[in-house]
């Protein structure tokens, strides 16, 4: 059973920086394009990274890494902004690629909430 988990979020204060964890479990991550995806309140959702791809409003502050020891791909969330404030998901696509569409997205996490404010 393909599970993956997201971990990290929290109430951070503008400026601060949070680090994002997507572990997988019955999947081995390596083998896919792993996005991350966040949802602001009222808003759709989007994809925020992926891969080497990052999205332009937040190339500046955000990074995304893998360690496939632990079966992980983390989010770097620097600088953080109250308009950061979602609920951050991730994602696996067989697509080598990646894609910004989440139809193409296989499987999700839960989510985890990213709060910025003072």
């Known amino acids: 059973q393909v599970q993956l988990v997201e971990s990290g979020g929290g109430l951070v204060q503008p400026g601060g920086s949070l680090r994002l964890s997507c572990t997988g479990s019955?999947?081995?991550?390596?083998?896919?394009?792993v996005g991350w995806f966040l949802q602001a309140p009222g808003k759709d959702r989007r994809r925020v990274s992926c891969i080497t791809y990052v999205a332009e409003a937040v190339k500046d502050r955000f990074t995304i890494s893998r360690d496939n020891a632990k079966n992980t791909v983390d989010l770097h969330l620097n600088k953080l902004k109250p308009e950061d404030t979602a609920v951050y998901y991730c994602?696996?696509?067989?697509?080598?690629?990646?894609?910004?569409?989440?139809?193409?997205?296989?499987?999700w996490g839960q989510g985890t909430q990213v709060s910025v404010s003072s």
């Open positions: 994602a696996v696509s067989d697509n080598p690629s990646g894609s910004k569409f989440e139809a193409e997205y296989d499987y």
């Open positions: 019955g999947v081995n991550l390596d083998n896919y394009a």
